[in-house]
């Protein structure tokens, strides 16, 4: 599994420096390759390529649509560090952007990831037709928006020091980091022009997914430590975050877990012995520490 993620992270690298190398310069260069190249796992191309292969699409194109994912991811932990969102230090055991490069850098460097994904979802090296594309770059839009990740970050902000049911809290970790998920699942049925009920199903599927993510990110904060996390751990407990663990404790967050889990698989099942990697990957998710 870890061999795997290597390769995939190695290519996705190898695809974003020659695309922003192909560009012309500018001084945002450096901070967006600060973001981009800190040494991010890539969990989420891995995703999109294990549900790539389900539907035997093709692993270059993979690679191009995940780097897309992998901008906006990174351009969203550039922002999640800013004093004005979470206010972290560190990032990867590295300076968060904004500490190495300043504020008013760290926001435009995430605004140029942001846009570039869509500059790599549109370009002719990927190659699947303009009508694809544009589907592409509708849902990975609806996925970053208030629907998405900047509306989960809202309300993961606002819920601090609050009583949240497990209802908004689930809400919540959807769209903060399901909905990038969901995307990774269901860009391959774009592609395979698959008819809407089965996207439907597979989003949930990504949501869920993103859900585990997120849980076993919770998970991290609450035991693990700043050496093998790369950041700072115990921020939410400080912070007075809504996270499931503040809710249902520890053991019963790992029970909950493990429940996504099974449910994620069941969902599967259909696809038999071909879900061997992504299995793995959801395995490697909730075992992680970092
Ligand atoms: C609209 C993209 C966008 C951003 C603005 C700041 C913000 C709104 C959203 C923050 C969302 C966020 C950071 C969610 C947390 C998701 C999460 C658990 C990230 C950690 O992902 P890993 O572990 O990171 O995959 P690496 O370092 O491996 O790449």
Redesign the pocket.
Known sequence: MKKKLNKIAKDTNFFLKKFINNQKKSELIIPMKYGLF???????SKILIDIGYLFKLDYKSLIIIGSAI?C???????????PC??NDLI??GKPATHIKFGESTAVLA?NSL?TMAFEILSHKDLNISQKIKIDLINKISES??HL???G???L?LNYEHKLISKKKIIEMEIK??GK?FSFCCVAPLIIKNKKINEIRKFEGIGADI?LL??V??DLIDHKGKLSSA??KTGKDKKKGKATLISLLGYKNTIKYANKLILKINSKLKKYGSKTKDLNETLEYILS?D?
């Not at 800190?38 to 989420?44: D, P």
């Not at 906006?72 to 800013?82: E, F, K, Q």
């Open positions: 800190s040494g991010g796992k890539k969990i989420r992998e906006i991811h990174a351009y969203s932990l550039i922002h999640d560090d800013l969102m979470d990032r990867r995430g942001l970053s928006g998405g990740i900047a989960g970050q809202y993961d903060k980091t990038l993103g993510f997120q076993a990110d790369g950041k992680r970092k």
